[in-house]
């Protein structure tokens, strides 16, 4: 499966944006999805996962409350829908693929390419 994200931008603390992911190729309803994000000089981290049928969601600590995942999987399309972003949000964001839901990037076996999100204080 290939995905692309997007949606990506800059906004002020406080604020909200979308991001998107659209699949191709494989049927992304078989595959669990998740969004990581990546900031300057630190790791790669997890950020959210959604199951293949989008029935169960899963969030790391640090957003828990302000972001949601979701996925349309008639649209082949997945979201990360961010409020109350912080400075400490900016980071690149990715979306991935799995077979298995986790919170590892070892965990995924598909990426899409990173959007980047840049929250101004």
């Known amino acids: 499966v290939q995905l692309q994200a997007s949606g990506g931008g800059l906004v002020q603390a406080g604020g909200s944006l979308r991001l998107s992911c659209a699949a191709s190729?494989?049927?992304?309803?078989?595959?669990?999805m998740g969004w990581f994000r990546q900031a300057p000089g630190k790791e790669r981290e997890f950020v959210a996962a959604?199951?293949?049928?989008?029935?169960?969601?899963y969030y790391a600590d640090s957003v828990k409350g302000r972001f949601t995942i979701s996925r349309d999987n008639t649209k082949n399309t997945g979201y990360l829908q961010m409020n109350i972003l912080k400075p400490e949000d900016t980071a690149v964001y990715y979306c991935?693929?799995?077979?298995?839901?986790?919170?590892?990037?070892?965990?995924?076996?598909?990426w899409g390419q990173g959007t980047l999100v840049t929250v101004s204080s």
């Open positions: 959604v199951s293949f049928g989008g029935g169960n969601t």
């Open positions: 991935a693929a799995t077979s298995e839901v986790s919170n590892r990037v070892d965990g995924y076996s598909y």
């Open positions: 190729g494989r049927a992304f309803s078989r595959y669990n």
